[in-house]
DNA sequence: GTTACCGTTTACGTCTACGTCAACTATTTT
DNA sequence: AAAATAGTTGACGTAGACGTAAACGGTAAC
């Protein structure tokens, strides 16, 4: 059995540390999309050699890129994100253009949300108008059935269900 | 004055239509963008001449295919939910394959509402946390103010309300 | 030692969703 | 008649987000 350590080597940096196979596997990307994003300037791992070496912080990260994705940012939005939230820790100046940036995504995010629940709602009323459209289906097949069964010929008895698979 | 009649011509298409440019502008998008969207098969205005004119349908699946893009679908993933759409009108086994399809995307949207929801309550803790560095922010400077107005110098009496622009 | 596995760099390929000319037609305005 | 306006069909270009293949290094397992 091999030791369930974290195979961390290299005067050990204090805390948790991923490899980059493991993120790729626990967030479902591709090792190439996460060195894609370090070379677009999301991600900054440290290095022992030349393997790369992700902190806590680089998962989290991480985990942003791909729920901003999700929602449709691009990562030049996504890292500008990053920097505007490392950058605004001092002067009024910078914290009010931050402010400001920050009422401007929520304005898309507000948008963006009436859109889905919109989409939401069509998409109930599709759902609820196709399965009338299936009960009515079902109800003829019913009578149909009753139909075939108030004269009974001399046919094959399992007729009715070969009915069925009519439908196929 | 011009006539507000919307130009219609050629034994007239019953019911409202559409030039490009219209639609275009109505919307904020290129008519590059629609032409495209025809070639991908999302559009099918009607011809007059070589002329191009949409009726309401188009505008409607128009408008469907800019919010389907907002909420990061492809082009594909919206032409196949229209082409899904058009084709369930008939077999149960159609039906119940066109419900499936509806209960992915749903959950699809529900997932995605949960990121925005997320998202947004991280972005008012990011506005509120900002919010409160500013106020820290103003407070020290008023302190210095004061501590400046208490040994009055012989400078211009308009000093604070000059330091309140310095904000600016 | 060699096979397997994980990781690295470099570089070209690909797919999506248009943008950007160019060259032409039809209509309206001056 | 000339110019402006709106539309049309190619055809090529492009930005973003990776995929894919080549060629190599390190280490653990057999």
């Not at 540390?17 to 479902?28: C, P, Q, V």
Request: proline share 3%; hydrophobic share 30%; glycine share 4%.
């Amino acid at each position: 059995m091999s030791e369930p350590q974290p195979t961390i080597r290299e005067h050990d940096l204090n805390g948790t540390t991923y490899t980059i196979g493991e993120l790729a596997k626990e967030f479902d990307v591709t090792t190439r999309a996460i060195r894609f994003y370090e070379d677009e300037g999301l991600l900054s791992p440290v290095r022992i050699g030349s393997k790369r070496l992700y902190r806590r912080r680089d998962r989290a990260r991480l985990k942003l890129i791909l729920r901003g994705k999700r929602l449709g940012f691009t990562l030049a939005e996504i890292r500008e994100t990053f920097n505007l939230y490392d950058e605004a820790h001092g002067e009024s100046q910078q914290l009010r253009y931050y402010l400001s940036v920050l009422e401007e995504k929520r304005q898309h995010l507000i948008r963006q949300r009436a859109d889905l629940e919109e989409t939401l709602r069509e998409l109930d009323q599709s759902y609820a108008h196709c399965e009338q459209l299936l009960a009515q289906q079902e109800q003829r097949k019913a009578k149909d059935q009753n139909a075939a069964a108030r004269r009974p010929t001399r046919r094959d008895p399992t007729a009715a269900t070969q009915q069925d698979s009519v439908a196929n």
